[in-house]
């Protein structure tokens, strides 16, 4: 079975640095694209960041470009969100999500019971 | 950026058949899916390209695209179907949401 523990939320200051992870389970990771999606208190989900099975190719939403960066540990089957400069909008739950990479597309088949992130002073 | 654009409410009664569309240019050139997501709870996959269903989703949930319209189409609505439902595809760099759709079953 298929399961994903997301954790390392918490509340930050603006401008400040958090680390999420998201341990798999049921699947290698080595074996999957994966994605961050987020979602604000009442909105709906905004896309953040894919890493491509390979690990090699790394898409970001233009709102997080340059701030976030994706990675994953293959041998501790763990995908990583590092946030830095982070600002009241990105308030939001986190998910990760496993994703299929087929046909040209990418869809979510499994998601985390999500993080909570609050940037606030 | 590219974008896709729901209607922020549909309302059904039990045993109708609700429809819920998301629009974007060209989006019947690209594989729509659709997730729903009920209060307090994570997103669930319930279509994926265009017209399947991931294995224990019900018959009664179906897809569609088409020129520049993706349908989600919930035939014999039931009340544990209300919920939010959110459309999404890969415009070849970006993954893209459509803003949700509230089904209500009444």
């Known amino acids: 079975e298929v399961q994903l523990l997301e954790s390392g939320g918490g509340l930050v200051q603006p401008g400040g640095s958090l680390r999420l992870s998201c341990a798999a389970s049921g699947f290698a990771l080595s074996s999957y694209a994966m994605t961050w999606v987020r979602q604000a208190p009442g909105r709906g989900l905004e896309w953040v960041s894919t890493i491509s099975g390979s690990g090699g190719s790394t898409y970001f939403s233009d709102s997080v470009k340059g701030r976030f960066t994706i990675s994953r540990d293959t041998s501790k089957n763990t995908l990583y969100l590092q946030m830095n400069s982070l600002r009241a909008e990105d308030t939001a739950v986190y998910y990760c999500?496993?994703?299929?990479?087929?046909?040209?597309?990418?869809?979510?088949?499994?998601w985390g019971q999500g993080t909570l992130v609050t940037v606030s002073s | 950026s590219y974008e896709l654009t729901q209607p922020p409410s549909v309302s059904v009664s039990p045993g109708q058949t609700a429809s819920i569309t998301c629009s974007g240019d060209?989006?019947?050139?690209?594989?729509a899916c659709w997730y729903q997501q009920k209060p307090g709870q994570s997103p669930f996959l319930v279509i994926y390209?265009?017209?399947k269903r991931p294995s224990g989703i019900p018959e009664r949930f179906s897809g569609s695209n088409s020129g520049n319209t993706a349908t989600l189409t919930i035939s014999g609505t039931q009340a544990m179907d209300e919920a939010d439902y959110y459309c999404?595809?890969?415009?070849?760099?970006?993954?893209?949401f459509g803003g949700g759709t509230k089904l209500t079953v009444l």
């Open positions: 060209q989006l019947g050139d690209k594989f």
């Open positions: 390209q265009d017209t």
């Open positions: 999500a496993s994703t299929v990479a087929a046909a040209g597309t990418y869809y979510f088949d499994s």
């Open positions: 999404q595809a890969w415009d070849g760099s970006h993954v893209v």
